[in-house]
């Protein structure tokens, strides 16, 4: 048997910390992380092991809810007093807003009437609440408190009452989680709301800002400007606000311009969410094409593959 | 050595413990110096009885706070596989460092562990961090010695319990 050097073989027993293990085991975990992100295989390996690992949150959750609940128990009547007055302000000029929004509405329905435009349905919401667990702050990732069971479905949009938030990324029976859009693996199609156009917002890693990196020069989109989401791709419904243009300049190839924005939704702050879907959306996914086949039209092709010419 | 009853209690405890802290909110400027608080717990048992917390320890752990915390199944127990053979290879060394030194070698310790994390996230998807990032691991370090000499002492007032 070989001689270790002086730290090695006496004070700890052979193998437990050799090489190879330490080797099997990140081969180990290397073929798990790869199986995770490039397959479903493990989503319900890992819904099973969430519902053993909730009561644990419930834990973390606690001294949260405790504190809160104290607070709203020992808060004074004079903050109540005028807390609600402020929301009833802030109602009022909801209600102003929306009675509005009614007769352009009704005038908007008219109009896609005369053009026989398909009808859209109504949003359907649902709300939400944020489980205030922690998970890593470099992950833009959130926990709500609704899950399959509450009909929550994978690429759901999230808002809260500014704005859009992000997506619903994966559900388990009575959790969810979300990805935020500032997450830098996130984006979203916008249209910008003054001028129409369109464009893909990219998450850019902090919580405060999003970005427009592939702007054409001759595009007119200026700092101010508001983002709303366009509704192409399917995946969010269309005019949701999104974010706040702040600053445009050229990028570094000069052949772009590069907008960053500021999103409008609390995304660090917000505890209560929604959940919109098209209810178009919800109740028939995009249609797809039978075929995989995308080449010419019926009557100019020759052969169609499949079928072997004779 | 042999596994007391006591022993694995405290044990069970430290994990629970470690679990609970890694998943309570904190205030927004805080969130990013949670230190990697099962790893502290994994370098702790490691250095105190290697014999039954080996990389095998280490990588159940680590499966643990995946699904606690939603990361890519694997990640975490990579993770703190690496840090658990660390331990193991410098264990008779750190043993018998002053409590200062110790500190710094966790320290070091989390600091691999950070740009581990870097690389894995890297290769997996996008991933963007800033300067802060490289705080939670003077965290951790700082925190070592009062957690180690907290752990010491509820497993040395177990042990006396029992005898």
Do not use: C
Request: no cysteine.
């Amino acid at each position: 048997m070989p001689v270790y050097s002086a730290e090695g073989a006496p004070l700890f027993s052979e193998g437990s910390g050799g090489s190879l293990r330490l080797l099997a085991y990140l081969a180990i975990a290397a073929a798990l992380m790869a199986v995770d992100v490039r397959t479903g295989l493990l989503r319900d390996v890992r819904a099973a092991a969430s519902a053993v690992i909730a009561p644990l949150q419930t834990v973390a959750t606690a001294p949260l809810r405790v504190a809160k609940a104290a607070r709203e128990a020992t808060a004074q009547r004079a903050g109540l007093v005028s807390e609600n007055a402020d929301l009833r302000k802030q109602l009022l000029f909801a209600q102003a807003k929306i009675d509005r929004l009614a007769i352009v509405q009704e005038q908007n329905n008219r109009l896609r009437a005369l053009l026989d435009a398909r009808q859209k349905l109504g949003l359907k919401a649902q709300l939400a609440e944020l489980v205030d667990v922690d998970l890593d702050p470099y992950r833009h990732r959130i926990l709500i408190n609704q899950g399959s069971a509450h009909g929550v479905f994978v690429g759901e949009a999230v808002i809260d009452a500014d704005g859009l938030v992000g997506q619903v990324l994966s559900v388990e029976g009575e959790r969810a989680t979300i990805i935020l859009l500032s997450d830098p693996s996130h984006a979203v199609p916008v249209r910008v709301q003054r001028t129409g156009l369109r464009v893909i917002a990219y998450g850019s890693g902090d919580l405060t800002r999003i970005e427009l990196p592939h702007v054409p020069f001759s595009a007119d989109i200026k700092a101010g400007d508001l983002l709303v989401t366009s509704g192409i791709g399917g995946r969010f419904p269309p005019g949701l606000p999104v974010a706040i243009v702040y600053e445009v300049e050229t990028d570094n190839s000069a052949t772009f311009a590069v907008a960053q924005a500021r999103p409008l939704a609390g995304i660090a702050s917000a505890t209560e969410l929604l959940l919109v879907s098209d209810e178009t959306l919800a109740l028939s996914p995009l249609p797809m094409p039978e075929s995989e086949f995308v080449g010419p039209p019926e009557g100019l092709r020759t052969a169609p593959p499949g079928e072997g010419a004779p | 050595m042999s596994r007391s009853r006591g022993f694995t209690i405290w044990l069970l405890i430290s994990i629970v413990v470690a679990s609970v802290l890694t998943l309570i909110a904190l205030p927004e400027p805080l969130r990013v110096l949670r230190p990697f608080w099962l790893a502290l717990i994994v370098i702790y048992w490691t250095i105190e009885s290697p014999d039954q917390h080996g990389l095998g320890f280490a990588f159940l752990l680590g499966l643990l706070q995946d699904v606690l915390i939603g990361t890519m199944l694997g990640e975490h127990a990579f993770r703190l596989a690496i840090i658990s053979f660390i331990v193991l290879r410098f264990r008779s060394r750190m043993r018998f460092f002053p409590m200062w030194q110790q500190a710094l070698a966790v320290g070091a310790l989390l600091l691999n562990d950070r740009v581990v994390v870097l690389l894995l996230r890297a290769i997996a998807g996008d991933f963007a961090i800033d300067w802060r990032y490289w705080l939670a691991p003077m965290v951790g370090a700082a925190l070592w010695p009062w957690i180690f000499l907290l752990l010491d002492d509820l497993r040395s007032r177990g042990r006396q319990r029992e005898s």
